[in-house]
T-cell receptor, first 107, second 122 residues
Framework: EIVMTQSPASLSVSPGDRVTLSCRAS??????LGWYQQIPGQVPRLLFY???TRATGIPARFSGSGSATEFTLTISSLQSEDFALYYC?????????FGGGTKVEIK | QVQLEQSGAEVKKPGASVTVSCKAS????????IHWVRQAPGQGFEWMGI????????SYAQRFQGRVTMTRDTSTSTVYMELSSLRSDDTAKYYC???????????????WGQGTMVSVTS
């Protein structure tokens, strides 16, 4: 199966900071990658699919990029509601697999 | 309102089976594949399998083969996930999720159920 590795595992940032999260696939997944945000106790929310297509209602401060094995989620100016866990997911090959997540915490 | 509504929390003993339901509303049920994903407490996500409501075809993750069964009832727009031979490490929140693109089997998930907590304890 394709292993998805996210880095860093956690980071402490301040509101207004620019944040870059990474996701690496053990083999190419083309652009078949999704990004999710999960606030503890809540249902995951889709941010991007196709690596860079913003899902409905996602603010423009979020951007997704990359292809093949290297992907990036960027938050241009972190807002208070963005402190959460972020997961990447590949759906290029069975079985669907997720990264271990990156926790974005308040500094 | 477009939503997936799951059944309530379950407490089961080791060796038992559990069935979780996921009722779709607000969209054409047979147009979108449904996946099942679980999340153990404090952990990430584990994909369990997929069902196509139009026809009922399924595909399961290898580690659940023989223990999981996914079915659907088109008359009530509901999919079901049964997991048998439960163990303590099956304790998790189980989610159904709809793909973002109609007719796409494997895709990102834009609509999630609220999750069903299944606790396996003796």
């Amino acid at each position: 199966e394709i292993v998805m590795t996210q880095s860093p595992a956690s980071l402490s940032v301040s509101p207004g900071d620019r944040v870059t999260l990474s996701c690496r696939a053990s083999q190419s997944v083309s652009s078949n990658l999704g990004w999710y945000q999960q606030i503890p106790g809540q249902v995951p929310r889709l941010l991007f699919y196709g690596a860079s297509t913003r899902a409905t209602g996602i603010p423009a401060r979020f951007s997704g990029s990359g292809s093949a094995t290297e992907f990036t989620l960027t938050i241009s100016s972190l807002q208070s509601e963005d402190f959460a866990l972020y997961y990447c997911q590949q759906y290029h090959r069975w079985p669907v697999t997720f990264g271990g997540g990156t926790k974005v915490e308040i500094k | 309102q477009v939503q997936l509504e799951q059944s309530g929390a379950e407490v089961k003993k080791p060796g038992a089976s559990v069935t979780v339901s996921c009722k779709a509303s607000g969209y054409t049920f047979t147009d979108y594949h449904i996946h099942w994903v679980r999340q153990a407490p404090g952990q990430g996500f584990e994909w369990m399998g997929i069902i196509h409501p139009n026809g009922g075809s399924t595909s399961y993750a290898q580690r659940f083969q023989g223990r999981v069964t996914m079915t659907r009832d088109t008359s009530t727009s509901t999919v079901y996930m049964e997991l048998s031979s439960l163990r303590s490490d099956d304790t998790a929140k189980y989610y159904c999720a709809r793909v973002v693109i109609p007719a796409a089997g494997y895709d990102a998930f834009d609509l999630w159920g609220q999750g069903t907590m299944v606790s396996v304890t003796s």
